[in-house]
């Protein structure tokens, strides 16, 4: 009895001290910094200038729902270059690069350039604009987010009643405020659930099938103001604002495919209404 109750002791002590052991282990892979994987994977070798005024981030520091975060990108009127594209990174979400923008000769130079839309945070995490001027530069700003469980959330209403209207669009202009600005203003917004797979039916309680909006294209009287690719971490209902370059026609033409290949187009309002 005594020598089975040694080895009981001596087994308890071995398995005490080997979760003591791991523990360091798990809390080192939990902290783990993402950033130096995503930023060979993206951009190489490419030196990036982080912080450095040329671009600005902003979103909430209080968030009320991780699947529908605003996020806004701002760069500064002292920023002269034309720009060649805009990449949105979230470290911890299952698919990190969220948003690729490339710029087109319409998207404009002069005054404040701007790009806004909602998104889905899985996990506290660094949130990242990394901006690419005509001379080929990569400027950054980052924010940490403390959000957690925006992708994996169950659907708050009947996936079928989300379908309804799916691809209706709308399409805006706006004008400045000042006639000299060479900026106008736009937004899209498009009725799509944007389902990303990981989300459970709250009738069934099975995943819901992965459809999103996965590229965006924006031109202004033909020219291109920027083609956008994208993934599942934008919100349902995708809404998005940005800036472009004033020209003789500053009508809006947006064409949005999705990943069943559907594809909706849309064309601006009368500016302002």
Avoid at 29 to 41: C, E, G, M
Avoid at 151 to 180: R, Y
Wanted: aromatic share 6%.
């Amino acid at each position: 009895m005594s020598l089975s109750l040694k080895t009981f002791a001596q087994t308890c002590g071995a398995a005490v001290l080997a979760l003591a052991l791991m523990l360091p282990a798990s809390s080192a892979i939990a902290k783990t910094d993402l950033w130096p994987t995503l930023k060979q994977q993206t951009f190489g070798d490419r030196a990036i200038q982080a912080d450095d005024g040329m671009v600005v981030l902003e979103a909430p520091s209080a968030i009320d729902d991780a699947a529908l975060v605003p996020l806004t990108v701002r760069v500064p009127p002292h920023v002269k270059q034309n720009l060649k594209s805009l990449t949105l990174i979230i470290d911890n979400n299952p698919d990190p690069v969220i948003a690729t923008l490339t710029f087109g000769p319409a998207a404009g130079v002069g005054g404040e350039r701007s790009f806004s839309t909602r998104v889905r945070i899985e996990d506290f995490s660094h949130v990242r604009a990394i901006l690419e001027t005509e001379d080929g530069n990569l400027h950054m700003a980052s924010k940490f987010v403390a959000a957690a469980g925006g992708c994996a959330a169950m659907m708050a209403k009947d996936p079928d009643a989300e379908t309804v209207d799916l691809g209706k669009m709308i399409v805006k202009t706006f004008q400045p405020a000042v006639d000299s600005n060479p900026i106008w203003s736009g937004q899209v917004m498009i009725k799509h659930p944007n389902n990303n797979g990981m989300q459970l039916d709250i009738n069934t309680a099975k995943p819901i099938p992965a459809r999103f909006v996965r590229e965006m294209t924006v031109k202004r009287g033909g020219e291109l103001v920027f083609q956008m690719n994208s993934t599942f971490s934008i919100s349902t209902n995708p809404n998005f604002r940005f800036t472009f370059g004033r020209g003789e026609d500053n009508d809006l033409d947006v064409t949005i495919v999705d990943t069943d290949q559907t594809v909706f187009a849309g064309h601006s309002d009368p500016a302002g209404s």
